[in-house]
Antibody
C-alpha cells in the first residue's frame, strides 16, 4: 500500500532554515508528481509546492516563492522541501502528498492529492 | 485568483441524516478541476471526490459530488459515525495552481 513518511520538522528561529524529507513506498515513485501542502494550527489547507515526476517542472505558492525549494531523488524515493528565510507564518504541519493526474495529453490534466503522509510540524519561533 | 467559499461553516446533524455541503467559486471553474477532501482530527486529509463527481478509490457510494460553473455540492446521503469531520473543496487552476476552500465542519447534533 502507498506510504508517505515525512521527517525533518522542528523548532527554528525566524530567518532560519529547515529541510523536510518525505520517503515514499508502495507505488512507482519515479512516475508521479509530488506535492507539499501545509496546515497552520487550527487552520485550513494551503498548497505549497509541486514537482513533476522527473523534476522537470516545479511550481510554488506565491507565499513561499523565493524562499522554499522543492526537489526529489528518484533513486531514494524521496521528495524534499528546503525552507529558507522562515517566518512565524510558516508555522504549520507540512504534508507531502502524491499527485493524481486526471486527463490526457490532448485535453490537458487536472491534479489532485490522492495519498498523504501524516505530516511533520514546523514551528518558527524566537 | 479564484477564491473558494464553503457553506455552512458548521453543519450539526445526527447519524443517518443527509448532509449537503456547498462550495462556491468566485468565478467559473471547470468541473474537471474541482475536488473534495475529508479530514478527521489529528489525521491527514483524504481525497473523496475528483472531477466534481467522481469518487476516489475506496470511497463509499454514500458520498456524491455534483455541480458546475461556480456552484458545487458534496452530499453524504446517510451520515455514518465516521463521517463527522471537516470537508474541504479544492480547485486546480493557473495561479495559484491549487486553492482550497476554508472548510465545513460536520459535527454531531
Amino acid at each position: 500500500q502507498v506510504q508517505l513518511v515525512e521527517s525533518g520538522g522542528g523548532v527554528v528561529r525566524p530567518g532560519g532554515s529547515l529541510r523536510l524529507s518525505c520517503v515514499a513506498s508502495g507505488f512507482t515513485f519515479s512516475t508521479y508528481g509530488m506535492h507539499w501542502v501545509r496546515q497552520a494550527p487550527g487552520k485550513g489547507l494551503e498548497w505549497v509546492a509541486f514537482i513533476q515526476y522527473d523534476g522537470s517542472d516545479k511550481y510554488n505558492a506565491d507565499s513561499v516563492k523565493g524562499r522554499f525549494t522543492i526537489s526529489r531523488d528518484n533513486s531514494r524515493n524521496t521528495v524534499y522541501l528546503q525552507m529558507n528565510s522562515l517566518r512565524a507564518e510558516d508555522t504549520a504541519v507540512y504534508y507531502c502528498a502524491k499527485d493524481l493526474p486526471i486527463g490526457d495529453y490532448w485535453s490537458g490534466y487536472t491534479h489532485y492529492f490522492d495519498f498523504w503522509g501524516q505530516g511533520t510540524l514546523v514551528t518558527v519561533s524566537s | 485568483e479564484i477564491v473558494l467559499t464553503q457553506s455552512p461553516g458548521t453543519l450539526s446533524l445526527s447519524p443517518g441524516e443527509r448532509a449537503t455541503l456547498s462550495c462556491r467559486a468566485s468565478q467559473s471553474v471547470s468541473s474537471s478541476s474541482l475536488g473534495w477532501y475529508q479530514q478527521k482530527p489529528g489525521q491527514a486529509p483524504r481525497l473523496l471526490i475528483y472531477g466534481a463527481s467522481s469518487r476516489a478509490t475506496g470511497i463509499p457510494d454514500r458520498f456524491s459530488g455534483s455541480g458546475s460553473g461556480t456552484d458545487f455540492t458534496l452530499t453524504i446521503s446517510r451520515l455514518e459515525p465516521e463521517d463527522f469531520a471537516v470537508y474541504y473543496c479544492q480547485q486546480y487552476g493557473s495561479s495559484p495552481r491549487f486553492t482550497f476552500g476554508p472548510g465545513t465542519k460536520v459535527d454531531i447534533k
